[in-house]
């Protein structure tokens, strides 16, 4: 009888590991779809906008990427309705599909040079395409991960998503260092060689399509009763204003930390410290790899310590170190001290970005959840987020690129102040916590 027991637990435990491992890897995709535009926007930004400064062309190029932004609340809205009122399964499997689709159109669409003005605007609209998915990915495969984890290792499981997503950039940067390295001269990166990865990325849709599609709905909504007029609406979500100002505030901190340290500061290591192109790459991957690393080990403390604690713990840090380590950044020559640098300013974001997810997810019932989460979040995300790299760059075209460190510093410590808030409450959160 003990045998069938455990039996049963080494199911139940290699079930959700398949389902975490499944969705998961389509979340990888999709994040490798969406950050090669930041990845590959030196080699790019001249096919598009031609006859200017260096600076200037990453400034429009950067405004394209906030525009991208600009569309995520609206796929936080429509995305999550559809995965609240028809299934996180097919909410992810459609996402997946609207993100590839962008990539395809980045592939094809001839340059500045060949049909003039209506190379931006197809690169806008490809962008605002892959803005709609990504808005709705965060939030349904948040609400996927905390319904198909266990209650003691939600945690654990939830920083698997931040671990595919960041797999997602390093595949974006690896595909970089082997054409900026062994495969292609500048020259030709910068004429035609920045579109392989775009139609590599449009080509993987076809594997996400397949994991997607094999995913198990969760037990959690599939409990539900689907003739609920309410499920997915605003109507319901005004009723949780609280928790969606509180997932606002948390998304603040984050979201300028994450895209200033994983899309921003390639171009910084280029534009202020004065590296190679080459050299910033080789930067970003060995630091990003140690961040995914960072990913289940800070979740895994949470699941010891208390998530809420560990929000806590990162925001005070956050505060206290983002100024120095980014001043010293811009003032370092030397490689490895960049990367110890970048390195360490990720691995103390690893303590939100492992947990944040989850924490959210909680804060909301099942026919709710997922808007909940997707809306708030790509809109905190559109306003913050987007716009984080375009700002720096002002900042930097202005000449006091060090103001931006201070921008940074703030909005850190107005997450801090939301999750001291929420630390402090006692109330009850819809799962476990």
């Known amino acids: 009888m003990m045998q069938g027991i455990e039996s049963a637990h080494a199911t139940k435990r290699l079930n959700h590991f398949k389902a975490i491992l499944g969705g998961s890897a389509g979340n990888l995709v999709e994040w490798y779809d969406w950050y090669i535009y930041s990845v590959f926007a030196l080699y790019f930004a001249g096919s598009f906008f031609p006859k200017q400064n260096e600076t200037a062309q990453l400034l429009n190029t950067a405004g394209i990427f906030a525009i991208g932004f600009l569309m995520r609340p609206i796929g936080g809205w429509l995305m999550g309705a559809y995965a609240d009122r028809k299934g996180r399964k097919s909410a992810l499997t459609l996402s997946v599909l609207m993100m590839s689709g962008g990539?395809?159109?980045?592939?094809?669409?001839?340059?500045?040079?060949?049909?003039?003005?209506?190379?931006?605007?197809?690169?806008?609209?490809?962008?605002?395409?892959?803005?709609?998915?990504?808005?709705?990915?965060?939030?349904?495969?948040?609400?996927?991960?905390?319904?198909v984890a266990p209650p003691n290792r939600r945690g654990f499981y939830s920083s698997f998503q931040y671990v595919t997503s960041i797999m997602g950039q390093l595949v974006a940067l690896g595909i970089l260092m082997l054409l900026e390295r062994w495969l292609l001269t500048p020259a030709q990166l910068t004429a035609w060689g920045w579109r392989i990865p775009f139609a590599l990325g449009a080509v993987l849709a076809v594997s996400a399509l397949y994991l997607r599609r094999s995913l198990p709905e969760t037990e959690s909504f599939s409990k539900e009763t689907t003739d609920d007029e309410q499920r997915g609406t605003f109507a319901e979500l005004k009723k949780y204003k609280r928790e969606t100002f509180t997932i606002v505030g948390f998304t603040i901190g984050l979201t300028v930390s994450?895209?200033?340290?994983?899309?921003?500061?390639?171009?910084?290591?280029?534009?202020?410290?004065?590296?190679?192109?080459?050299?910033s790459t080789l930067i970003m991957t060995i630091a990003l790899l140690i961040f995914m690393v960072a990913q289940p080990l800070a979740g895994l403390l949470a699941d010891s310590i208390g998530r809420k604690r560990l929000m806590v713990i990162q925001g005070v840090v956050a505060l206290v170190?983002?100024?120095p380590i980014l001043t010293l950044l811009g003032h370092t020559r030397q490689l490895w001290l960049a990367v110890l640098l970048v390195s360490l300013a990720l691995c103390i974001l690893s303590f939100n970005?492992?947990?944040?997810?989850?924490?959210?997810?909680?804060?909301?019932?099942?026919?709710?959840?997922?808007?909940g989460v997707s809306f708030p979040y790509a809109f905190a995300v559109a306003l913050f987020g987007g716009t984080a790299?375009?700002?720096?760059l002002l900042f930097k075209n202005a000449g006091h690129a060090?103001?931006?460190?201070?921008?940074?510093?703030?909005?850190?410590?107005?997450?801090?102040?939301?999750?001291?808030?929420?630390?402090?409450?006692?109330?009850?959160?819809?799962?476990?916590?």
């Open 402 to 433: 060090g103001l931006f460190f201070w921008y940074l510093t703030f909005c850190i410590g107005v997450s801090l102040v939301t999750s001291i808030r929420m630390y402090r409450r006692k109330t009850a959160d819809h799962m476990d916590a």
């Open 389 to 392: 790299e375009y700002v720096a």
């Open 353 to 371: 970005t492992a947990i944040s997810a989850i924490i959210k997810a909680e804060l909301f019932p099942v026919k709710i959840r997922s808007l």
């Open 103 to 147: 990539s395809l159109l980045i592939t094809i669409v001839p340059d500045y040079k060949h049909i003039g003005i209506a190379a931006p605007i197809v690169l806008v609209l490809a962008r605002m395409l892959q803005g709609l998915s990504i808005g709705g990915e965060y939030g349904t495969a948040a609400t996927y991960l905390s319904e």
């Open 258 to 279: 994450f895209y200033t340290l994983t899309a921003y500061t390639q171009k910084f290591l280029v534009n202020t410290a004065g590296f190679s192109k080459q050299d």
């Open 321 to 323: 170190t983002t100024l």
